[in-house]
Nanobody
């Protein structure tokens, strides 16, 4: 079964750091484009960062200079390094990726991981 598994969330004080991981498993060849999104209570899901298959990255203005998205193609894993965290970064973080499978590419969402930043 093909799936994305997100991990690494937790509770951290403002100014701290967390590293989220999103691992693709199952019968896949590779991860194409991927991204991280977040959804705070009562808010819509928003884009945090994306990375192409070639490593080109894009960030929401609110996280530029603090968050870094990266990928390890050998491990079929995408990461989100979050530094200088703020209380407004509190949300459930979801990974999303286009996974290359034997019969073509398909888009998947991970299950979400909670990030809570205390002031």
């Amino acid at each position: 079964q093909v799936q994305l598994v997100a991990s690494g969330g937790g509770l951290v004080q403002a100014g701290g750091s967390l590293r989220l991981s999103c691992a693709a498993s199952g019968n896949i060849f590779s991860i194409n484009a991927a991204g991280w999104y977040r959804q705070a209570p009562g808010q819509q899901r928003e884009l945090v960062a994306t990375i192409t298959s070639g490593g080109i990255t894009n960030y929401a203005d609110s996280v530029k200079g603090r968050f870094t998205i990266s990928r390890d193609n050998a491990k079929n894993t995408v990461y989100l390094q979050m530094n200088s965290l703020k209380p407004e970064d509190t949300a459930v973080y979801y990974c999303n990726a286009d996974l290359e499978r034997r019969y073509g590419s398909a888009n998947y969402w991970g299950q979400g991981t909670q990030v809570t930043v205390s002031s």
